[in-house]
Each structure stands twice: as structure tokens, then as C-alpha cells.
């Protein structure tokens, strides 16, 4: 059986989780399921600034930029009750286990992405190698690529599948793992993801509930605050320090700031 449902809260989740058995793998997605970076901090910086950084700098200027941002952030959980939650999951002996695009290797001012993810779930609670433990961290080699050191990792309890589909790669984990659930229950905010694993459950005759997690896409404003986008990346040029959605509007009522004109960073 083969089954996508839309959840917008942690109300309509709980009843799903807590219904699942020992034969029952729950995968997490990370980014506005367990943890949020502000409402509509990053949604400004994608679309109003996104293409602009992409036309003025290369490659290497462009994952420092991004860096930044991510490593000043402000993160919080999407709902607290999700860590909790997970703990009670792992208590019962449920497996669980975390899958999220997010490349691993040195990106900008970040040594390790991974290492920098998985610090950041300890950091709120999310302790995912209580499901694997004694599991030792590797790469997953058939997706190995010549030419680039882009590749699925598995470590304390996370799968990290960039530059590949999760589906396939959670395909090739459970493969080498030996592991054949009964069931497998997948929570993502983006529904290609969970089409993605769904294909991969459906080709090996898995039970398969995902659950396309909408909690955060309802709750971004329609439209955005060009003034604060502004403010924040002329302050990101200037300092290399990003400003909040919070901390810049609160700059804005002080100063009563209206615009701010964009400066080219010094990059290393």
C-alpha cells in the first residue's frame, strides 16, 4: 500500500507516529519538519537575492556568502513536541532515521557540513544514533562520481543523499544494511521528495505512508519585505554577519532605515 497524506501540524502527525510498530522504519527530513531558520529569513534571500549573488560572483564567492547565512542563522524548532516525540519513537525500539539533502564537505567558512548538521540536531535534542548504535559512519560508493567529492553519507543516525534522490539512496542504505521493513513512514516539506521515496517503497513492495509536512509553507507570509532584504545582505557585504528577519526590522524602526544600496563583499 501506497499512501502520500498532507499534514500541516504536529496535531494531525502525532496519531500517525505513535500508530507504528517495531517493523516500521520512521525517516525524518530535517528543514522545516525538525527544524525551522525563521519564517521567511531564507525565503528572502532565495528570491530577491538569489540570482543577483549567482550573476556577480563565482562559485567559490557564492558557497562563502551562503555560508555565512548558514552559520549565523537563527534555528529553532519547527515544534517542539517533535523531539519528544522522537525519543518516545526510540523508547519503544522504533528505528528512526534522519534524510536530508545536504552536502557534507568543506563549504565556505563551514569545515564540514555534516558535522555542522548533525552538531545543530544534538544542539536541539534530535539524537538519531540512538536507533544505530555501534553503526559506523560511510560513504555510499555506488554513487561516487569522477571528478567530484559530492557524495551520500551515512553518520549517528542521518543519511545525507546530495546530489542524489532520496528514494535511491535510502533504496541503497537498507540494501547494504541488510534491512527489509515492513513498513516505512517518510516526513518531508517538499512532496517530490516524498514522491521520490515513494517510487523507491512501491519498486520493492514496501508499505509506504509519506507525509508531505506543510506546517511551515502555510505559515510564510504572501509577499516579502524588499527593504529588509536589502538591509540584510548590504550588512552581509559590509560585517559578513546576517541579520535576522527580527533583528533587521528592528533596525529598520530605529533608524528608520528605507533602503540599502549593495556593496560587493571581500571575499577570501
Known amino acids: 500500500m501506497i499512501k ?18 517495531r517493523d ?14 525563521g519564517v521567511d529569513l531564507l525565503l528572502n534571500f532565495k528570491k530577491y537575492l538569489y540570482k ?6 563565482d562559485e567559490k564567492n557564492t558557497s562563502f556568502i551562503y555560508s555565512i547565512i548558514y552559520s549565523q542563522r537563527k ?13 518516545e519513537l526510540q ?28 552538531d545543530e540536531l544534538k544542539s536541539f535534542g534530535y539524537f538519531f544514533e540512538r536507533s544505530w548504535l555501534q553503526e559506523e559512519a560511510f560513504v555510499l560508493e555506488e554513487f561516487v562520481t ?14 545525507f543523499s546530495y546530489p542524489q534522490q532520496k528514494g535511491a539512496v535510502l533504496g541503497s542504505f537498507l540494501k ?20 521520490s521515496v515513494a517510487r523507491f517503497a512501491r519498486e520493492y513492495g514496501i508499505d509506504f505512508v ?38 533587521a526590522i528592528e533596525i529598520i524602526n530605529k533608524n528608520n532605515v528605507k533602503k540599502c544600496a549593495f556593496s560587493k563583499p571581500s571575499c577570501p
Not at 6 to 13: A, G, N, Q, T, V
Not at 52 to 57: A, P
Not at 176 to 194: A, G, M, T, W
Open 4 to 21: 502520500v497524506l498532507k499534514i500541516p501540524s504536529f496535531e494531525h502527525l502525532e496519531p500517525l507516529l505513535l500508530s507504528a510498530n
Open 210 to 247: 509519506g507525509v508531505w509536512f506543510t506546517k511551515i509553507a502555510e505559515a510564510l507570509p504572501l509577499g516579502f519585505n524588499k527593504n529588509i532584504a536589502s538591509l540584510q545582505l548590504s550588512t552581509l557585504f559590509a560585517d559578513r554577519v546576517w541579520l535576522s528577519d527580527h533583528e
Open 146 to 159: 569522477p571528478g567530484s567529492d559530492a557524495c551520500p553519507e551515512f553518520k549517528d543516525g542521518v543519511l
Open 176 to 195: 547494504r544494511k541488510n534491512l527489509s521493513p515492513k513498513k516505512i513512514i517518510f516526513i518531508d516539506d517538499r512532496k517530490d521528495n516524498v514522491k
Open 52 to 57: 543577483k549573488i549567482r550573476s556577480e560572483f
Open 91 to 118: 523508547n519503544k525500539n522504533i528505528s528512526v532515521l534522519g534524510l536530508t539533502c545536504c552536502y557534507t564537505k568543506t563549504f565556505g567558512v563551514i569545515p564540514s557540513l555534516r558535522e555542522w548538521r548533525l
Open 75 to 87: 534555528t529553532d524548532h519547527v515544534d517542539y513536541r517533535m523531539c519528544s516525540l522522537l525519543s
Open 24 to 37: 516500521t522504519l520512521i525517516v525524518f527530513d530535517i528543514d522545516d519538519v525538525l527544524l525551522k531558520s
